[in-house]
DNA sequence: ATGGTCGAGTATCGA
């Protein structure tokens, strides 16, 4: 089973790519990001003649999340459970696809770390780890990925010491989603592969992309019964290359089935 | 030179 997520920064912009890159990377699962659209400008239909079901979670000019699979999906929660303080912006889905609960998070970006919007992106990890409490259970199947927006230590950065001070690299957003793992997810490039400037996003400014200035904010976790079905994972820099890319790259994962 | 580029939508703002 192949699960990817991908932050396509617009659907509209990407549609082209995204079908192609579907059609390259066979994924059985799909998780994307920023869509910005609103749900019923979603292209439900294409995906469908591809092949894959779809749910999507937007509000229309900003964020947007959903899932496709090639199988049925069910149990769709979009935004945080019930009894959570719900989020008025479209950043998080949960569904169940072939037997695995998926949870695809947009996490806030914070802007800076004196912006109030970066307390609103740490309180929103702590309302997210509760949500997964509620929607999810760790000793079975489970992927929580996305853009998280965090960068979970130093080899996950072009240059520490420049990004010192900035968000994404803060020891309290690390933290914060060091509380939200510690529920029981492994982040499954880590597993299998240890060394810096693997890198996930990259700003369109300033030839960063060619000069090898990126972040690792974009990550796939599995709970622990799937992580050690892991086969294989890497990030398709590929994507990120050519016309019209999306400043960031999909992060694919292989899991080997079930045993009988 | 203190920016650099996208995408939204059509002036700027967010990333």
Redesign the pocket.
Known sequence: MRIATWNV??????MPRVEQWLADVAPDIVCLQ?T??SDDAFPALAFSALGYEAVHHGQ???NGVAILSRGPITDVVDGFAAGIEPDPEARLLTATCAGVRVVTVYV????SVDHP?YQHKLAWLGRLQHHLAITADPSSDVVVCG?F?VAPDDRDVWDAGACHGGTHVSEAERRALAEVTGWGLVDVLRQRHQERGLFSWW?????NFHRHLGMRIDLLYASAPLARRLSWVLIDRNARKGK????HAPVVAEFATDPP
């Open positions: 920064n617009s659907l509209n912009a990407r920023e910005k659209l229309g000019r900003w806030p970006n914070g802007r919007m853009d927006n700003d369109y400014r300033a030839g019209l890319p999306s400043d």
